[in-house]
């Protein structure tokens, strides 16, 4: 596998990617294990919903996205991680049987200024379907090695045991987005990422020797197998809706329950420490702001603040999303 290095891009470079063609089984696949809303999963309960018709979870367009990458400005090889999103925008929804590419510029190269071993580079991706329709944008940094540098020596990790991680039970009323409390945080429970379930995602949306292949991953600076952070976000997901049924069921047994619609994207996404084979994330959201829609009536979008911390209470993951929320009854 050839080697990628800082010095292979230059600012304004514009590398395409390969055509990929999203399958209505893999879009219902990829929605059953971590975003099972109606219009990801059910044509007939996608026709009755906020959406209309069948659409793949945005995490899967995002996770496709990365394959896209590997295939064509990663060209096959690993990078040294990514700190994370600037900006991320679902603008169109993926269709079952729409053929997809990956059209990415880079704004910006940076040597890193502490670590001599590596540099920084920004990009602009574009994802587009046959149509050329943009469906979902995105800007983010890559790390990679710089040709020739001494590379700095794997850091030392100590592997947890993999403890079974229990499904909460607790549940609270949901509310209506007029009326639901801005900075109350909501608990949504704890994931265990296996080595099983780390290296079957990445095998699927973001090969990387340091994400599927234990040995290998040992003389990476990451010192041992790690989550791709497409893995982390998309449990995330998985961790909301969880709670978001229990609540719902709970909601039911005493009024109206509100519905969800897609999210139109997140920002400020930070992958801030790697999330190793054995450990347990525990995932937390907060509303922290709202409005109602112009466009939809009876409809509001809301902000929320999402984490995750592991089991020695360290933070890992955060973004900021947005999502449609029904406004009132």
Not at 18 to 37: C, G, K
Not at 220 to 240: D, E, I, N, P
Not at 242 to 252: E, G, L, N, P, Y
């Amino acid at each position: 596998m050839p080697e990628i290095r800082f010095e292979d891009f230059s600012t304004g470079q514009e590398i395409e990617s390969p055509w990929l063609t999203v399958t209505r089984e893999d879009m219902i696949a990829f929605a059953r294990e971590f975003d099972p809303q109606p219009f990801h999963v059910d044509e007939a309960a996608a026709a009755r919903s906020f959406v209309g018709t069948l659409i793949a979870s945005g995490w899967h367009t995002a996770s496709l996205g990365m394959r896209l990458l590997h295939a064509s400005a990663f060209r096959g090889a690993t990078s040294m991680g990514s700190p994370g999103i600037n900006a991320l925008g679902w603008v169109k929804p993926v269709l079952p049987g729409d053929a997809i590419r990956a059209v990415v510029r880079v704004e910006d190269c940076r040597r890193s200024g502490s670590r001599p071993d590596r540099g920084f580079v920004r990009f602009a991706l574009r994802v587009l379907n046959q149509r050329d329709e943009t469906v979902m944008t995105q800007t983010f940094t890559v790390i990679f090695a710089r040709r020739g540098a001494q590379p700095l020596p794997p850091r030392a990790v100590v592997l947890s045991r993999p403890e079974p991680a229990a499904e909460p039970g607790d549940a609270e009323i949901l509310p209506f987005l007029g009326a639901a409390e801005l900075g109350v945080p909501r608990h949504l429970g704890p994931h265990l990422f296996t080595a099983e379930a780390i290296v079957a995602f990445a095998r699927a949306y973001d090969p990387q020797a340091f994400h599927t292949d234990p040995e290998a991953a040992r003389h990476t600076h990451f010192g041992a197998l790690c989550a791709s952070g497409w893995h982390t976000a998309a449990v995330w997901m998985k961790r909301m809706l969880a709670t978001t049924a229990r609540d719902a069921a709970f909601t039911a047994q005493r009024g109206p329950v509100p519905q969800f619609g897609p999210s139109p994207g997140f920002r400020d996404l930070r992958w801030l420490a790697p999330v190793y084979a054995g450990d347990t994330l525990t995932y937390a959201t907060t509303l922290t702001d709202k409005r109602a829609s112009a466009s939809r009536p009876g409809w509001g979008l809301a902000t929320i603040r999402n984490t995750a911390r592991n089991q020695h209470g360290t933070e890992v993951f955060a973004f900021t999303g947005m999502v449609f929320w029904q406004w009132e009854p």
